[in-house]
């Protein structure tokens, strides 16, 4: 069964504009994935580099705190 594509204007489109059409936007959305995951792993890549899991500042006991405030 064949049925006729429009475009946004309610045009006709015709088989081979819908060809290049479809593959146009299979090649775009390929780069966009492309992009989107590339960015991810960036991102990820960053974080794991530039903020360590271990936190920067040693946690003192109370005690010591206390002795501290004493003095």
């Given at each position: 069964m064949l049925t006729e594509k429009f475009d946004a204007y309610g045009e006709?489109?015709?088989?081979a504009a819908r060809e290049s059409l479809r593959t146009?936007?299979?090649?775009?959305?390929?780069?966009?994935?492309f992009a989107?995951?590339?960015?991810?792993?960036?991102?990820?890549?960053?974080?794991?580099?530039c903020y360590p899991a271990t936190p920067?500042?040693?946690v003192g006991s109370a005690m010591a705190l206390k002795?501290?405030?004493?003095r």
């Open positions: 006709v489109l015709p088989d146009t936007s299979a090649v775009l959305g390929h780069i966009g994935q989107f995951w590339l960015l991810v792993v960036v991102i990820i890549s960053a974080r794991i580099i920067a500042f040693d002795q501290t405030a004493a």
